[in-house]
């Protein structure tokens, strides 16, 4: 590869940021209106996704949920859609310009927690956790979350009624740094 071309060889791994291309891909919508006729929803919900790098964008490997009182209610592992396959840090070496650093593992496991053996056991899809998300959460559930657009964005899920600590409590740098969790 010569000095400033891109890397011609396999698939790459990409992060989708403008909104028209990720609905395009997955559409977004808004959680369910409130139904007095089906089960409650959850007034208050924790939501964590790990996301994962693939051919596809960063997409959404896991999904989290706590209750109000602290009980978890959803811990679910998502399979990727048909054709898109989970990075692997071989095709990165085939493009020099690539900065290995960020790409740990194949499955951002660092961060993530995923891994190639507990991925191959995920059976649901984007849309499958959306419709369980969807039987747990409505419109007026709150949302409490660490960089909860993230989370929101890769579940393609539109809602106003948020917490984010991320927001709550800023790095003392100021955006676009943020605290980690860790550190709160």
Do not use: W
Not at 46 to 61: H, N
Not at 106 to 121: E, I, K, P, W
Request: charged share 20%; glycine share 8%; hydrophobic share 40%.
């Amino acid at each position: 590869m010569e000095d400033g071309e891109g890397c011609s060889h396999g698939p790459h791994v990409f992060s989708e940021s403008v909104p028209e291309a990720l609905h395009a891909r997955h559409a977004f919508s808004f959680l369910p209106a409130v139904d007095h006729t089906s089960p409650p929803k959850l007034d208050v919900a924790a939501i964590d996704c790990e996301m994962i790098y693939t051919t596809g964008g960063l997409r959404v490997a896991r999904v989290s949920v706590i209750d109000g009182c602290g009980k978890e209610v959803l811990d679910q592992l998502i399979r990727m859609d048909d054709g898109v396959q989970v990075m692997c840090i071989d095709h990165l070496n085939s493009c020099a310009l690539v900065n290995l650093e960020v790409f740990t593992s194949d499955y951002n496991t660092r961060f993530s927690g995923v891994t190639a053996d507990n991925h191959t056991a995920a059976t649901t899809d984007l849309a499958g956790i959306r419709a369980v998300l969807n039987t747990l959460i409505d419109s007026n559930t709150i949302l409490i979350g660490h960089g909860l657009e993230n989370d929101l964005k890769t579940l393609r899920i539109i809602h106003g009624r948020c917490i984010d600590t991320a927001l709550l409590f800023p790095h003392k740098a100021g955006k676009p740094y943020r605290r980690s969790l860790k550190e709160l």
